[in-house]
T-cell receptor
């Protein structure tokens, strides 16, 4: 275990469904991130939160809605997704945005939109 | 433009051989680099990092080399084992233009396959 836990590990949802992805970190980090990983593409940064405040939205469609109630928890609410949204969604955390250290990743949620 | 890229998308080696995975970056202002390993069904896992004031750093069976002159980064794995089979990403961490935050940018990754 990396200290970053994501649930569920796998999710299959229809295009009209609403679901949420959850991320929890036990590392005492203050910055959290959502990444999308599609086949044959680099990791795509979606959202960045620092001390619960969103600091970056990388032009993500509004059908993805993040929520960060505290520095240890991060959610990604999903609604009316498209099949091309099928991917591995990774959560990561780091100590602080202002420090040049790497991120700790969770194992991801494998999302399939049918 | 700014990018972090990899020279080879796939690398196949025999067990026991040494592996070298390469990465090119284009932003000379980048001051911190990281190698991640991603096994099937898992998230990326930190392997080793290096700051721009160094040109070499060694870990357990892994060595990272940084050549700032040609903006090149490499990961060397000694005595490669089947458990080393994974996708390896280099990542570039640099301060944003406002000087307030760091941002990690990933390359596409190299798939390393170790043959027994």
């Amino acid at each position: 275990e990396t200290g970053v836990t994501q649930t569920p590990r796998h999710l299959v949802m229809g295009m009209t469904n609403k679901k949420s992805l959850k991320c929890e970190q036990h590392l005492g980090h203050n910055a959290m991130y959502w990444y999308k990983q599609s086949a044959k593409k680099p990791l795509e940064l979606m959202f960045v939160y620092n001390f619960k405040e969103q600091t970056e939205n990388n032009s993500v469609p509004s059908r993805f809605s993040p929520e960060c109630p505290n520095s240890s928890h991060l959610f990604l609410h999903l609604h009316t997704l498209q099949p091309e949204d099928s991917a591995l969604y990774l959560c990561a955390s780091s100590h602080r945005l202002t420090e040049g250290y790497g991120y700790t990743f969770g194992s991801g949620t494998r999302l399939t939109v049918v | 433009g700014e990018s972090v890229g990899l020279h080879l998308p796939t690398l196949s080696v025999q067990e026991g051989d040494n592996s070298i995975i390469n990465c090119a970056y284009s932003n000379s202002a980048s001051d911190y680099f990281i190698w991640y390993k991603q096994e099937s069904g898992k998230g990326p896992q930190f392997i080793i990092d290096i700051r721009s004031n160094m040109d070499k750093r060694q870990g357990q069976r892994v060595t990272v080399l940084l050549n700032k002159t040609v903006k090149h980064l490499s990961l060397q794995i000694a005595a490669t084992q089947p458990g080393d089979s994974a996708v390896y990403f280099c990542a570039e961490n640099r301060m944003n233009s406002g000087g307030s935050n760091y941002k990690l940018t990933f390359g596409k990754g190299t798939l390393l396959t170790v043959n027994p």
